[in-house]
């Protein structure tokens, strides 16, 4: 019941999105209309900015999954004492706005880094320097969002393995006749990766809303989905208001069922997993 | 001795940001391929104390709502995520924590803008908050989903069979084997709250003015040096709580 | 499980009771109660504003104009009429939302009091009737405005019909570094050999500014502003546009980018012609260059120019809120702000740079004289020169088309 405190404004908003994209609400508002759906839904370019921005969600969460395993696994305790235990704590301090503009400022081809290539000789002026951002890939904004995350993800992990004992597994491991690598790779990264699991969902919803930094270092052609609403909801033209609704709903819908199917996959496994290993389950 | 100089370039890499915005904060003019401004001054910083007044209220009123929050929603997160996590239905709770974060948080408070104009909460302080809260308090939750396991039931249910109540459970055990997670959650909690911009514009319709709210603009405009700055700005409290936060948990830390 | 049920059936009826209460505000419309305001005289406006607080929402990313809000209209307002001024970073989008959640939630007092708005704001505030009006003939100040000027009286073709009163008066302005460029383009063809020479040095932004070249374009290519003054015409629109669509796919290919992206904002945009990315920026205010030299950013070289075919001049308004609390007060800023001694100080290139909207001939001598001494910009053109390059602005139906047409035909969404 406590949750539904927190719950309740939302669905309410949810609720207050629909009557909007279904034109039952909103000064201009015609009267019920089912247009703005299919306008939407029926335009490839919606689709395409699904598609980027599960992309760019994907790859920055992988990459700074596997990177932050790696340093877990392999220092296990210098995040936890030590001044590198406050330092990881600093790129969290950074808003995502800032940390756009910090991308942008060093990769750009008028950037620090193509300054610096220039100085050491390896480039002989700013045109030869590569598109990282604004670029077809999302480089910029990947690099951004993984800069934010990879911390994050180090901090959670270093603090999971020692709340979760996962050192005694790896001595176990090790013990059992396992390399360090063998140890870290089959023992310390899976089981940090289960039961961090519903943080990384939570992470990769988080970085596929993003707004500022795909604002700043994206490219209109590839655009990820809160920048296509926001230009609906707030660009010149108070009829597509209905259509920016009609977005979120649509992406709210397609994320969160996916939530709940890797949610739920992870959940499965879990109870095999614990059923195995004795260790009694009455969830 | 490699491992202790990778340490340091690690700790220099993460620091790599700061140096350049501070470096940019105190420059003027940055044409290419110079590496540093071309000039050093602390004009900037004179000009944007001078143009923006109140800052230093506004550091206040943000420190304020973001501690306020991040206190209690903590500890509420903490709580209610354990009964989630032993409830039958975990998993139907969890997905509707979800919930804030699939919707654009820009979109998000314009959905819920119009409740709050209605229940006469915007331009407030208290509308403010409470509108963090929606967005926080799930994080919190999440946060700690992953944090409940049979291992911390069990000694929670040794802790009773010991004879020890609920709330010593809570004090004397749940909460200091957490203690590193509590930590780390809120000062994510913080950060949400303190960096929070348009929630926050749209439901204080500009009148509850954060120090977020007040230099936002800075960082989205063209001049590189105001923008630096703000950034510097905006950071410096959250690194100076947390290495005081940091030190203090050290210290009890290292005295057990 | 009964009781289960009952409580979510509970909890559906809540939800979309609330639902329904939030939605339902529309119907009650408050009548006018403003009209004693605008029948008081001024001096009661005066007496009614003192005490009293006014929220004023403006867009506040530079620090010149910060300091000119911070450091001298608010002690002025508050030492000479007891006002308190608040002011609230915010610009055209976020008003626009921020009135129609009120209105659409029935608010009977506004949030806002006054607004900094032009163009496509107030356009859409009049859409749906957010705005105070008509006030701004009971400003004493007002009477040194040139509201025959159209490009003062009138606000993208509208007329402001005392919806909001004149604040400044900018014409846009390209900029270009003349050491990379000693010779900048002056027209459309010269604009298409010179990126075909230097690809990649040019581009313009897929917001207010960039449109604003859209529509000078599209001016151009109609044959001149007369063709396209007045009301939005489909047919005109229809027949003109794709000419535009085609010089900018000839123009694509050598742009920033290879026009596969445009920068979302003036800002980026700025940044890269101060780090030597691009060679041209442009700008709707233009003695923003002499801002942005004084600042640092731009280099010395910088100047800023306008094209033989022209370049479109407006202005920037103040709006007050249909549901203002403090009307009397808003006005009574509004008419601080056309003060000839608030005008003058604002055009000082030190200052802000930002032009009057006081007719000169109206002016009493002294006051004109001051102007006259005012120091001139270093890195735009005088003001008279680029008058006489003028051209009006559109209709605001054509840069809503643009916008969307310009995603349509070349980003291709």
Redesign the interface.
Known sequence: MFI?LAV?PL??GL??AM?YSLG?????SEGFTLAHWEEVLGSA?FWRTMAFSAWVSVVTTVLAVGVALGFVAAWPRVFLRGSLSLFIYFPLAIPAIVMAFIV??ML????LVSRLAYQLGLISG??QFP?LV???WGIGIIAAHFLMAAPFFIIFFANLYENEQVEEFVQLARTLGAGARQAALRVAAPLLLRRAFPTIVLYGLFVMGAYEAP??L????N?MVSVLAIQK??????GDIPQAYVACIAYSAIVLSLAVWLLGRNGEERLKYQGSGGRGKKV | MAKRLLKYAFIALLLVPFGFLLMLSL??????PEVFP??WTLENWH??W????GLGRSTLLSLAISLGIAAPVTLAGFWVSKHIAYSRRRRFWLVLAYLPYVLAPAVLA?CL???F??A?L??KVWGVVLAQLFITFPYGVIFFSGFWNEQMRAMEQLAATLGGRPRQAYARVLIPVGRGALMTCFFQIFLISWFEYGLT??IG???V?TLT??V???V???????AALTGCLLVLPPLVLLWLNKRYVFARAGAR | MIREQKRRSA?WFF??S??L???G??QERRPEEAADVLSMPWEAIEQQARGSTV?L?M??????I??YM??YV?PAVKERFGINL?I???Q???I???L????????PNS??DLMWING?TFY?LR??GALFGPWTDKLPNARYIDFENPFIGQDFQQPADGFECPWGNVQMAIIYDSLKAPAPPQDRAELLAFVRRHP?CFTFD??FTGLTFLKILLMDIAGGPQVLAGPFDEEKYRRYAPLLWDYIRELKPYLW?QG?????????M???F????LWFTMSNNDSEVDN?VL???F?ESARAYVWEVGTIQNSHYMGIARNAANKAAAMVVANFLISPEAQHRKQDPAVWGDGTVLSMEKLPPEWQEKFRKLPGRRHAPPREQMQARALPELAPEY??RL??DF?KEI???
Not at chain 1, 233 to 238: T, Y
Not at chain 2, 27 to 32: C, D, E, I, Q, T
Not at chain 3, 59 to 64: I, R
Not at chain 3, 260 to 268: I, K, L, S
């Open positions: 539904a309740l669905l309410l609720g207050y009557a039952l609400v909103g000064l201009l370019f942008f400022q750009s081809a008028g950037g700013l045109e598109g604004n670029d077809y604002l700043l994206g490219r209109q052609s655009q909801l707030q660009r010149f033209n108070l | 420059g003027r003019g940055w044409a290419y071309r000039q000009f944007v001078g143009a923006q007044a314009a803008q119009a409740f104009f209605r006469e915007s331009g514009m749209l319709v500009g009148k003015q709210l007040k936002f603009q800075y989205g405009e063209a001049n590189i040096f105001f | 909890l939800l979309s609330i639902l209460w939030s939605c505000g529309q929220n929402m867009w506040q990313g530079d620090p010149l910060n300091a911070e450091q608010k608040r609230a970073g915010g055209g989008s976020i626009v939302q921020a129609l959640a009120e209105l659409q939630a029935g608010r949030e806002l496509e859409q859409q749906i990649g897929n917001h980018k596969n992206a445009f920068p979302e904002a003036v800002a980026p700025h940044q890269m101060a780090n030597g990315e942005k600042q640092g950013l280099p840069m809503i916008a969307a995603r980003l291709g969404q």
